[in-house]
């Protein structure tokens, strides 16, 4: 079936280092995955998203990483500050299915100053 | 800010009442869908309207139904409310083609049923 998981639950690192955050998905045919942070008592915010025919894509500190012979992606965060601390989805669009959202479960990450 | 507004922030309901939730959308965007986010969980999506139409459905029940008007504002009702109704209730609005960064969620609304 249709599923964007997450490998870890929670992940705690301190300030200033980098955080990755990791992602597997299950449809082979997946065209389009989008990374959100959700602060607590917030929606889903839009981080850096990436197409399937781009391996990595880069932001300010924030880079997507996409390796489809596995079905994986991951976020890299560079020097993590205590406002990153969210709960991190990532996503896929849909476009067969009126371009819905599927998202994985999240990842808490937690930065200790 | 997103632009994307949703009422009431918070409510709590009796099982089997009805609910009615709203959401305004950002200017300019024609697509508004729906999400239901249990604690601890990612967002599964209920449905979508584009135009006024419904035009894509989760895996929800017909007691989950909704409205889109002609400013593009929207509705999420759900009859006869179970205990596991309880969640956050998001709406993002969007404009076609979808693409991710033009994909805007409210910050939802919290509804608890007892």
């Known amino acids: 079936g249709e599923s964007v998981g997450l490998h870890l639950p929670t992940l705690s690192v301190q300030e200033g280092d980098n955080s990755i955050i990791n992602c597997a998905y299950s449809n082979s045919a997946s065209d389009y995955f989008i990374w959100y942070k959700q602060e607590s008592g917030k929606g889903p915010q839009f981080i850096i998203d990436?197409?399937?025919?781009?391996d990595k894509r880069q932001g300010q500190r924030v880079t997507v990483l996409l390796n489809k012979t596995v079905k994986h992606l991951s976020l890299q965060i560079a020097a993590t500050q205590p406002g990153d601390s969210a709960v991190y989805f990532c996503?896929?669009?849909?476009?067969?299915?009126?371009?819905?959202?599927?998202f994985g479960q999240g990842t808490e990450l937690s930065v200790k100053p | 800010e997103t632009g994307v507004t949703q009422s009431p922030t918070h409510l709590i309901k009796t099982r089997g009442q009805q609910v009615t939730l709203r959401c305004s959308s950002q200017s300019g965007h024609n697509t508004v869908s729906w999400y239901q986010q249990a604690l601890g969980q990612g967002p599964q999506f209920i449905f979508q309207?584009?135009?006024?139409?419904?035009?894509g459905r989760g895996n929800f029940p017909p007691r989950f139904s909704g409205l889109q008007f002609p400013n593009y504002s929207s509705e999420l009702n759900v009859n006869a409310l179970e205990l596991d109704d309880s969640a956050l209730y998001l709406c993002a609005s969007s404009r076609q083609p979808i693409s991710g960064n033009t994909i805007y969620f409210g910050e939802g609304s919290w509804l608890t049923v007892v």
């Open positions: 309207y584009y135009r006024e139409e419904e035009n």
């Open positions: 990436i197409r399937s025919n781009m």
């Open positions: 996503a896929e669009i849909a476009y067969n299915q009126g371009g819905k959202l599927i």
